[in-house]
């Protein structure tokens, strides 16, 4: 939120600095984030001085140019080529000089320098209207008051303001300091604890009265608890124009265009009392009746900014008899707009139910100045005052009459809430006492009324425009903001007490296994929980939306649903990395996933790894190698042995996003799904290399690693011996036979069983191939002898004779 110091100091006549004040300012909960200077012109007309046209005879090269010789107030004058028509000897004009910066209206700076035109010298610039940001004319250079002298800067002449923007990090529940008032009202209270007693100045409706009631229109509220009040006035005989300068600035600080004087208006109106107001044109209102209600479902809408927008069924409208003229509290209607045009108005000023609102801005993707403060609830005693205080402001810039009464719907009047604050609370919360008198005196500058004194505490009535203190808490929050955090004192001492943790709680297996991914070049991402209806089809396009969590608010239609598989986001997050370059990639996630069957919500958590591109990058010293199935069940294997799960049992996966995958269960229960992703997903999310992924339940993973015993063993102090076989055998016989096969032949001296060739060729008959492998021996207890080893070797031989039909090569 951007705050003018300059429209600040209306408020409370103020001589600090600007640093100082922001600091108070923040110290009060009000964050100022930057302060940036505002110049009503920009460059402030600095290098800009009064020249007087000594001569001014025709260029010899150019037919349109003139070569001029002009006075700027220096020792001497210097000599300027100008293209403008109507320049002339004898003229006091604006003179740009050498070094001065001049500034486009689409922000760019044009640096004056010395130069020749033409062949001829020129010293400078002599300036059109435009080129100075003083208006838009440039039929030619601006011809100043004969009476000045030349040398004079034109910031001198002309009114050029300068002031202060402060940038306030405004949180959602201070909905009081949204308005220059409210700052100013906050900024009082903190002044008076520094025993600074400054008046805060409130703009005066005093003089205002209907002057004729010639326009009369009805008010029609439908649902008093969608517009709890409502009011509004006629205007008429005005003339639409420019607003004043003073204003345009006011608005410009800011960051707001001005449009018209009745437009900017309601603007400043909002600005400065934080009370949203909008303006009808009278004469498009049909029926001369207002009726504020909510249309059907599907009605077609026209806003200002020439979009048609579908109306919901709980969109409150402002109609006339015929027609929807406005989106409440949001957006105007793009017919009874105030144009050059209007002779007369309804201004409206209301309070709308924040929850509506902010649901309507949602549903079609606007966020205004006007829903901003409506959704986070305005001040309901404001609505006359704002409402009198714009009528006054437009009949002084844009003339008119008053022709109606006020018009109020306030069927509930606002009773302040009642609250009582006990000293004993208080200086728990705080941490120290504070005088009694001290908190009185707090309260009173945040015009919390003091109703009750007892000796445990006081009796408050909270303002209505503080919407959000409703409890005692809320009320300490606020003496402890304006007494000042920096005010209380720390002890020395710091007390922490341990909680006793398992080594199997969960975020301590995320760390172990977070850390052996990383140590393995791994990534960790986060990603939103949230994601697009249409990627619930992404892996099965059979499936509906019924399963899906819907979002009964959502920011929008891209994140309306939970996501019910971690695919989703981790292929969007591959899909940025592509598209900026980073084809090797190696990522994991823990995360939730999200699901409705019935009236139950099933809420599961994973472990998900992405892989997409080599191994490693590219290096001279090293070959590179893609990623691929194997190097992704390494990895899964090492996680599930790190974690001591080392009697998975391998099966077919169930999941339909992989075109080649496995899952590993231990006792039925799946513990993680991974493979090669289909092309066709792929396709959808307009990704162009292979993606490998693996899905942990992590859930079954961190109870199956909860039943893990560790059992620890001396290392062996004899050696290992290694021999080979080379088997000939059946195309349909797999490894995993030929391992089988082994252990349950050796059970006590064979350590290891390792594939380390495959043959198949034309040397061998057809449907044969050979596979070498290797058999790892060891006794714990002796060494082995030659004996042994060769006993062993035979019964495995003579076992795969026996039951794979293997021969030896």
Not at 122 to 147: F, N, P, R
Not at 149 to 157: A, D, F, L, Q
Not at 200 to 214: A, E, G, M
Not at 788 to 794: A, E, P, T, V, Y
Request: charged fraction near 25%; hydrophobic fraction near 35%.
């Amino acid at each position: 939120m951007q705050i003018s110091y300059n429209w600040l100091k209306q408020f409370l006549k103020l001589d600090w600095d600007s640093q100082k004040t922001a600091e108070l300012l923040t110290d009060l909960g009000l964050e100022v984030e930057g302060i940036t200077p505002f110049e009503s012109i920009k460059g402030g007309l600095k290098g800009i001085v009064v020249g007087h046209v000594l001569s001014c005879t025709k260029h010899p090269n150019a037919d349109k140019l003139k070569v001029t010789t002009v006075d700027i107030g220096a020792e001497s004058p210097v000599q300027i080529v100008c293209g403008a028509p109507n320049v002339d000897k004898g003229q006091k004009v604006p003179v740009a000089t050498v070094g001065t910066k001049l500034y486009t209206p689409e922000g760019k700076v044009w640096k004056i320098g010395k130069g020749k035109i033409r062949g001829e010298e020129s010293h400078g610039m002599i300036c059109a209207e435009d080129e100075l940001g003083l208006g838009s004319d440039h039929e030619g250079i601006l011809v100043l008051d004969s009476k000045l002298k030349p040398g004079t800067p034109c910031s001198e002449i002309f009114d050029v303001e300068q002031d202060e923007v402060f940038e306030i990090g405004l949180t959602p529940n201070r909905a009081d300091a949204m308005s220059h008032y409210g700052v100013a009202r906050d900024l009082k209270a903190g002044l008076i604890q520094k025993e600074i007693n400054k008046e805060l100045i409130t703009p005066s409706i005093s003089q205002f009265n209907v002057d004729n009631r010639s326009l009369k229109l009805q008010v029609d509220v439908v649902d008093s608890k969608l517009v709890p009040r409502y009011a509004g006035i006629t205007l008429s005989n005005l003339t639409i124009k420019p607003s004043p300068k003073w204003l345009q600035n006011r608005l410009r600080a800011i960051g707001i265009n001005p449009t018209n004087n009745v437009v900017d208006a309601t603007n400043y109106v909002l600005h400065e009392l934080g009370q949203p107001l909008h303006a009808f044109d009278a004469d498009r209102i049909h029926g001369k009746k207002v009726i504020v209600k909510t249309l059907p479902a599907g009605t077609k809408f026209m806003t200002l900014d020439g979009e048609e927008r579908t109306l919901h069924e709980d969109d409150l409208m402002i109609c006339d008899s015929e027609k929807p003229m406005c989106i409440a509290g949001v957006f105007g209607g793009i017919n009874t707009g105030v144009t050059e045009k209007t002779n007369s108005i309804f201004l409206e000023s209301a309070y709308f139910n924040p929850v509506s609102i902010r649901k309507t801005a949602k549903r079609h993707g606007l966020n205004t100045d006007a829903s901003f403060r409506f959704e986070r609830g305005i001040d309901i005693e404001n609505v006359e005052y704002a409402l009198k205080r714009a009528a006054l402001l437009i009949k002084e810039i844009a003339g008119g009459d008053i022709t109606s009464d006020i018009i109020d719907f306030y069927p509930k009047r606002f009773d302040e809430h009642q609250v009582f604050l006990t000293f004993r609370k208080t200086y728990s919360l705080v941490g120290q006492e504070i005088p009694q008198d001290t908190i009185k005196s707090i309260l009173t500058s945040l015009d919390i009324k003091v109703k009750s004194v007892t000796e445990a505490g006081l009796g408050l009535s909270i303002p209505s425009y503080r919407v959000d203190v409703q409890r005692e808490v809320d009320v300490i929050e606020e003496i402890l903001r304006v007494y000042g955090y920096n005010n209380i004192d720390f002890g020395t001492k710091l007390n922490a007490s341990t909680a006793p943790v398992s080594k199997f709680d969960d975020h301590r297996l995320q760390t172990v296994i977070g850390d052996l991914l990383a140590s393995k070049g791994f990534y960790e991402i986060m990603t939103n929980s949230l994601t697009a209806p249409a990627n619930a089809q992404l892996i099965d396009e059979s499936e509906t939306d019924e399963k899906s969590v819907q979002m009964l608010n959502p920011l929008s239609n891209d994140l309306s649903i939970m996501r019910r598989s971690m695919l989703y986001t981790g292929l969007e997050t591959v899909l940025y990395n592509n598209n900026r370059k980073k084809h090797n990639l190696k990522l994991f996630e823990f995360g939730k996933s999200y699901e409705q069957q019935d009236t139950k919500y099933i809420e599961d958590k994973h472990l998900c790894l992405y892989l997409t591109g080599n191994r490693s990058e590219s290096n001279w010293s090293r070959e590179v190698k893609a990623i691929d199935f194997f190097y992704l069940k390494s990895i899964v294997l090492n996680i599930l042995a790190r974690l001591g799960i080392t009697d998975a049992i391998s099966e077919p996966t169930s999941n339909s996003a992989f075109s080649e995958g496995l899952s590993l269960a231990v006792n039925t229960k799946e513990v993680v799904s991974f493979g090669l992703i289909k092309k066709s997903i792929l396709k959808k999310m307009n990704l162009k290399q292979e993606v490998l992924y693996a899905d942990f339940n992590w859930d079954n993973v961190i109870a199956l690693a909860q039943k893990n015993s560790i059992t620890y063993r001396e290392i062996p102090k004899y050696p290992e011996v290694k021999r080979d076989l080379a088997l000939l055998l059946d195309d349909a016989v797999s490894f995993k036979q030929v391992y089988d096969l082994a252990r349950k032949t050796e059970k006590k001296l064979l350590k290891d069983i390792n594939l380390f060739d495959v043959y198949v060729g034309d040397k061998l008959p057809k449907g044969k191939k050979s596979y070498a492998v290797s058999f790892t021996l060891q006794d714990s207890q002796r060494t082995l002898t030659d004996k042994q080893i060769d006993r062993i070797l035979g019964k495995l031989q003579k076992t795969y004779q026996t039951e794979l039909g293997a021969e030896l090569r």
